[in-house]
């Protein structure tokens, strides 16, 4: 089981990116996929999560109206879009496969929690300068 992200790089205030997170050794309709990221000096914390089956979104805050979740089964891919980048999006930003059951409504309060994901990518680096 392997998930690989990619698509970091620097960007200017107001840019976009899009990250891509690509699963292999298992199927990720079958899987949670989370997206966190994590700044210097400071903890890591989820940015958003796609369930599995029927694919219920949720964001932090931070990332509602600008990032976008999604994923290709296709393609075994989860992507987060993420548009009007700020300075403060800096951070090394890392994809995570949680398996099981579907969580349900249990989701919305459990998926910025590290803990209950399974698998986890090396990060992918995004500086966004003023």
């Known amino acids: 089981v392997q998930l690989q992200a990619s698509g970091g790089g620097s960007v200017q205030f107001g840019g976009s990116l899009r990250l891509s997170c690509v699963a292999s050794g298992f199927t990720l309709d079958d899987y949670a996929i989370g997206w966190f990221r994590q700044a210097p000096g400071k903890e890591r914390e989820g940015v958003s999560c796609?369930?599995?089956?029927?694919?219920?979104?949720y964001y932090a805050d931070s990332a509602k109206d600008r990032f976008s979740i999604s994923r290709d089964n296709a393609k075994n891919t989860a992507y987060l879009q993420m548009s009007n980048l700020k300075p403060e999006d800096t951070a090394v930003y890392y994809c995570?496969?949680?398996?099981?059951?579907?969580?349900?409504?249990?989701?919305?309060?459990?998926?910025?929690?590290?803990?209950?994901?399974?698998?986890w990518g090396h990060g992918t680096q995004v500086t966004v300068s003023s």
């Open positions: 995570a496969a949680l398996s099981g059951p579907d969580l349900g409504a249990s989701l919305l309060r459990l998926w910025p929690l590290m803990a209950i994901y399974d698998y």
């Open positions: 796609i369930s599995s089956g029927e694919g219920r979104i």
